[in-house]
């Protein structure tokens, strides 16, 4: 079974600062994806960024952008100038042959 | 384009109850996944459905169980609920099964079991 790690419970930035969030997982399928979602307190799941195994390019989502991999297994999100707006709960998630598999999340606080 | 409808928002049940939770995909959207979340336990996988039939399945016991129909709506039941089976659940669709759209996530059902 693959397995999701978010080893940063909680981080705080500044905002208009840059923030990176750490992902590590663990598989030995060699075709999945992995996507990063956010979660405000309003519980909606927001699907932030996408990236396929099989591109070796970073996928950029305006102020979203990954660093992707493959090798050592990790998928980072950053933020650029971060906005009070994404405070939030933020999942890493591994899309395989079990289904969806979610790391336990990172708490963004964005101080003003 | 509406979103990922889920029915009810909350939900209070006794413990030994059964409960059936709704969730209407995006239109067009074949794929239908469950999640359980909780505090403790974090985001689960359930199970997926894609075209009717059941193509995955979460570590979860027997009493947990779900279907998908022709108009790709999908149900979850949970029979003889626990204290334990207190938590958010999560429906999510995607247009294809285990495709690189990512899932559309619905607001979720706050189960609470008394």
């Known amino acids: 079974a693959q397995t999701v790690t978010q080893s940063q419970p909680e981080m705080s930035v500044q905002e208009a600062e840059t923030v990176t969030l750490s992902c590590t997982y663990d598989t030995s399928e060699s075709d999945y994806y992995l996507f990063w979602y956010k979660q405000p307190p309003s519980r909606q799941m927001i699907l932030v960024i996408r990236q396929e195994a099989y591109k070796q390019q970073n996928a950029t989502e305006n102020r979203f952008s990954v660093n992707f991999q493959k090798a050592a297994k990790s998928f980072s999100l950053k933020i650029s100038d971060s906005q009070l707006g994404d405070a939030a709960m933020y999942f890493c998630a591994y899309s395989g042959a079990d289904g969806l598999t979610f790391g336990k999340g990172t708490h963004l606080i964005i101080q003003p | 384009k509406a979103g990922v409808t889920q029915t009810p928002r909350y939900l209070i049940k006794t413990r030994g109850q059964q409960v059936t939770l709704s969730c209407s995909p995006i239109s067009g959207h074949r794929s239908v996944s469950w999640y359980q979340q909780t505090p403790g336990q974090g985001l689960q996988f359930l199970f997926e459905?894609?075209?009717?039939?059941?193509?995955n399945k979460g570590n979860f016991p027997g009493r947990f169980s779900g279907r998908q129909f022709s108009n790709s709506r999908s149900e979850m039941n949970v029979s003889t609920l626990e204290l334990g089976d207190s938590a958010l659940y999560l429906c999510?669709?995607?247009?294809?099964?285990?495709?690189?759209?990512?899932?559309?996530f619905g607001s979720g059902t706050r189960l609470t079991v008394v």
């Open positions: 999510a669709s995607s247009l294809l099964y285990r495709g690189p759209y990512g899932y559309t």
């Open positions: 459905y894609f075209s009717e039939t059941q193509r």
